[in-house]
């Protein structure tokens, strides 16, 4: 069952293989930055997911100049990650293997493949963490379709516009 989670809480404990060795600790910054954006990326297999990551790549400047580094996961293989990262040509670190467990500890929404020439395995749809500097999610957006995600400039306008003003974290209104 997959949890959900609310803004405000702490990213759950998840680490993946990294490309070029070592792991990524989902929610701890890899490099000088103090905030941490996660992309989940479907897959290999997904048409739209090459466009995001090529776009992610282009707005990488802007969500380094908002004091937010990337990262970008997904559960394929590594040899499958490589070959998808290596033709958008990314600069931004890249975790694979994502477990459909660690899928669902992260709230997300997993599909089975429709056929073998889509993927061999299950995996998760798109997703957007961004922690920020107490460890906390900061912004979160978690879609059931590969065709619902946020716009990448928009967001990185977004997240400066939220560490220049102090802004608080949203969405914690409990009914």
């Known amino acids: 069952m997959t949890e959900q989670l609310k803004s405000a809480e702490q990213l759950p404990h998840v680490s993946v ?13 890899v490099d000088d ?15 739209i997911c090459k466009t ?6 282009r707005t990488a400047a802007e969500f380094a100049k908002a004091g ?7 559960g394929d293989p590594e040899d499958r990650a490589r070959t998808f990262t290596d033709e958008i040509g990314v600069s931004f670190p890249v ?9 669902q500890r992260l709230g997300l929404y997993v599909s089975e493949p429709r056929s073998a020439k889509e993927t061999d395995r299950p995996f998760a749809e798109p997703a957007v963490f961004v922690i920020n500097a107490d460890g906390l999610l900061q912004v979160l ?27 608080p974290i949203r969405g914690q209104l409990v009914p």
């Open 33 to 47: 930055h103090d905030w941490q954006m996660v992309v989940v990326y479907r897959g290999k297999h997904c048409p």
């Open 141 to 167: 957006d978690i879609s059931n379709a590969p065709f619902a995600r946020p716009d990448l400039a928009g967001l990185a306008k977004g997240l400066k516009f939220i560490r220049d003003n102090d802004y």
């Open 17 to 29: 293989s990294r490309l070029g060795g070592g792991d990524l600790q989902l929610g701890k910054p």
């Open 95 to 103: 975790g694979y293997g994502l477990t459909v467990a660690q899928m």
């Open 68 to 74: 937010v580094g990337v990262i970008a996961i997904s």
């Open 52 to 57: 995001y990551l090529a776009e992610l790549e």
